[in-house]
């Protein structure tokens, strides 16, 4: 029984939401590859050799493979999946695009969005937005799973010594091609991968607010900044910062929640946050239910004097 991981990269490096998805895949028993495709990517097929619990990376080359296209990566990974009993992929934009491909080319189902291993063959996944645990088992040849990362520690990056193989890839599908890429530059923490969230919501009232109140915060902290659905929606925040249920799923050590009244969706996607501060004037919001600490003040008298005190 042996597992495959489909690395998530920029050719140079290994993503974190890779980490995760191996934690998981070690959890299903047996053996666990990673395969790294891409177009340059030994550095990042290297960094793969080096993650605990890797016993071999598979390395594919090719101009094709330069950007991740889910065509081209769904038939590399078919094209392999007789060897393996598990295929994981993060449930991340390109994990959710790569992996129903494959889950259909090989006619089997996929389960979605696992956050704990039970056994080789059970799973367990949010359902209604986390207020209930499916437990799912499969009786398919080839499972195909996308890993829920805030449901798995991160293995390590290093003390790992895997072989690295280098495997002919399939050749280009044809049915998609790159164009181009618009890249949002920030020097804070990417949003999925950060340690300390300072998220905001309808609350806050204008776009100019927003960052005007947060952006200190956020700055004392070195924090990635979020928003909640209302505060996109608005115009508040950009599309990419939010949290939630139809936005990022987020477990920081610390997420701070500044006038987010705590919907349902928005708390499906940082619930699992270690440690959860929550400023809002309602006493009734349901985002103090949830949280660790909450402090019911006027967040635009609050949290300039919680930044002064930093």
């Not at 950007?67 to 994981?88: F, R």
């Not at 164009?179 to 990417?190: M, T, V």
């Not at 699992?272 to 967040?299: H, Q, R």
Request: proline share 3%.
């Amino acid at each position: 029984m042996t597992s495959l991981v489909i690395a998530e990269h920029d050719n140079a490096s290994i993503r974190p939401a890779t980490l995760n998805t191996v934690t998981a895949a070690s959890q299903c028993g047996g053996d666990v590859h990673v395969l790294v495709a891409g177009k340059g990517a030994q550095a990042a097929a290297e960094a793969a050799s080096k993650i605990a619990g890797v016993s071999k990376v598979i390395h594919v080359e090719g101009e094709h493979f330069a950007h991740g296209l889910a065509e081209n990566m769904a038939a590399q990974v078919v094209g392999m999946a007789e060897a393996y009993s598990h295929i994981l992929f993060p449930a991340t934009a390109s994990g959710k695009n790569i992996a129903p491909r494959v889950a259909a080319l090989l006619d089997v189902g996929q389960i979605s969005d696992i956050t704990k291993v039970d056994a080789a063959d059970t799973f367990e996944r949010p359902i209604y937005a986390g207020n209930a645990i499916a437990i799912v088992q499969s009786l398919d040849a080839t499972k195909v799973i996308t890993v829920r990362t805030t449901g798995f520690d991160a293995a390590a990056s290093t003390g790992g010594s895997a072989s690295v193989e280098t495997l002919d890839g399939v050749t280009d599908s044809g049915k998609s091609s790159f164009l181009g890429a618009e890249i949002a530059k920030s020097d804070r923490p990417e949003l999925t991968a950060a340690k300390i969230i300072v998220s905001g919501g309808r609350a806050l009232g204008s776009n100019e607010k927003f960052h005007e109140v947060l952006e200190p915060l956020a700055d004392k902290l070195g924090a990635a900044l979020g928003a909640s659905r209302a505060a996109v929606d608005a115009g508040y925040a950009p599309n990419d910062w939010q949290v939630g249920q139809t936005g990022k799923i987020v477990a920081p050590q610390l997420y701070v929640a500044i006038g987010i009244s705590g919907a349902i969706q928005h708390l499906a996607g940082m619930k699992d946050s270690k440690v959860i501060v929550a400023i809002n004037k309602d006493a009734e919001a349901p985002i103090f239910g949830v949280a660790d600490y909450g402090l019911e003040a006027d967040l635009f008298n609050a949290v300039p004097e919680l930044t002064a005190a930093l």
